[in-house]
């Protein structure tokens, strides 16, 4: 039996952080996929708070949330370090993660919205790429971590791949490169990775998943 077990779920882009993070660091763990419209009893005894994945259970004892999973993952397996060594260096990048993390709600609130909705939720995406090509992304090299990958770069995942499956089912470009090159700069790299090329999400089942399920929302909201 595995020491760890990850709860997570195909289409959830905070799952695919842990895989990543552990995939990086060479840890074996068992994954177990939830129906998140039926969820386990497990994943409501180990996440009885938020019920949501991703939930790491290392030797028995959960750990919720995406963000302290990354950072718990990285203290117990120093390898490959996903945060920098320097305090300030350290400082910043969590500083961008926690920024990273409060925008994850653009996802759900594109998702779902229609109509004018939908044009306040496309600027609210407009103005954090924006942040991310004049802030964020200035000095980069190549990745949040220069030329390796950083907890920064697993952070803003969201907008590397979920962003592009939301515009494709939408019928939408957001994030377009001439007015983003440094954002769509880094979406390349960040996606020739190699652990990320070869733990890529299957976007195809995903954007078939997504587009059914808000094609039922908005006849829900219609009727």
């Not at 759900?108 to 942040?131: D, F, H, I, T």
């Not at 949040?144 to 969201?158: H, K």
């Not at 994030?175 to 070869?198: A, G, L, T, Y």
Request: glycine content about 6%.
């Amino acid at each position: 039996m595995a020491v760890l077990k990850l709860f997570g779920s195909f289409f959830s882009p905070y799952g695919y952080r842990v895989i990543w993070a552990l995939k990086l660091k060479g840890i074996p763990y068992e994954y177990i996929d939830e129906d998140l419209r039926n969820k386990s009893p497990l994943l409501l005894q180990y996440n009885p708070i938020h019920k949501q994945v991703p939930v790491l259970v290392h030797d028995g004892k959960p750990i919720c949330e995406s963000t302290v999973i990354l950072q718990y993952i990285d203290e117990i397996w120093p390898q490959n370090l996903l945060l920098p060594a320097d305090p300030y260096d350290r400082a910043v990048a969590l500083f961008w993660i926690k920024f990273a993390d409060d925008k994850g709600y653009l996802m759900l609130k594109l998702y779902r919205a229609n109509g004018e909705e939908q044009q306040a939720a496309v600027k609210e995406w407009l103005e954090m790429l924006e942040v991310m090509e004049e802030h964020a992304l200035i000095g980069v090299k190549k990745l949040f971590g220069g030329d390796e990958i950083n907890m920064v770069d697993i952070a803003f995942s969201f907008v590397a791949i979920w962003l592009g499956v939301l515009e494709d089912i939408l019928g939408l470009e957001i994030c377009e490169p001439h007015k983003f090159p440094r954002v769509s700069s880094w979406i390349q790299n960040f996606k020739s990775i190699p652990v990320i090329k070869d733990n890529f999400p299957d976007t195809d089942k995903m954007s078939t998943f997504l587009k059914h399920g808000r094609e039922m929302m908005l006849t829900s909201k219609s009727n």
